[in-house]
């Protein structure tokens, strides 16, 4: 299983952004996907999850803000980013776990950057 995310870069404050991670393999569809972010010097946090149900969760920073879905047609998870502030500025990893066979997996993508100048 391979997750590969894009869309990263650099914007003004109040600029948007839209991340992409698409993943490779049958169980996508099955598994609960969610986007990660690390800032230097800062441990890496939830940002926001979507369940294979298509229930959604989003850390209170980012609540009203950001906006996760999932197409599982084109195995990819997409996470929208608007109204950005300086203090969003980390690297993006996009997660996909979930249990097969009554084993758990977890998988991350590879990172992409986001920068948001004031």
């Known amino acids: 299983v391979q997750l590969q995310a894009s869309g990263g870069g650099l914007v003004q404050a109040g600029g948007s952004l839209t991340l992409s991670c698409a993943a490779s393999?049958?169980?996508?569809?099955?598994?609960?996907m969610g986007w990660y972010r690390q800032a230097p010097g800062k441990e890496r946090e939830l940002v926001a999850g979507?369940?294979?149900?298509?229930?959604?969760n989003y850390a209170y920073s980012v609540k009203g803000r950001f906006t996760i879905s999932r197409d599982n047609a084109k195995n990819t998870v997409y996470l929208q980013m608007s109204s950005l502030k300086p203090e969003d500025t980390a690297v993006y990893y996009c997660?996909?776990?979930?249990?097969?066979?009554?084993?758990?997996?977890?998988?991350w993508g590879q990172g992409t950057q986001v920068t948001v100048s004031s």
């Open positions: 393999g049958s169980i996508v569809s099955d598994s609960d």
């Open positions: 997660n996909m776990k979930g249990e097969h066979a009554m084993l758990g997996y977890e998988y």
């Open positions: 979507i369940t294979s149900g298509g229930s959604t």
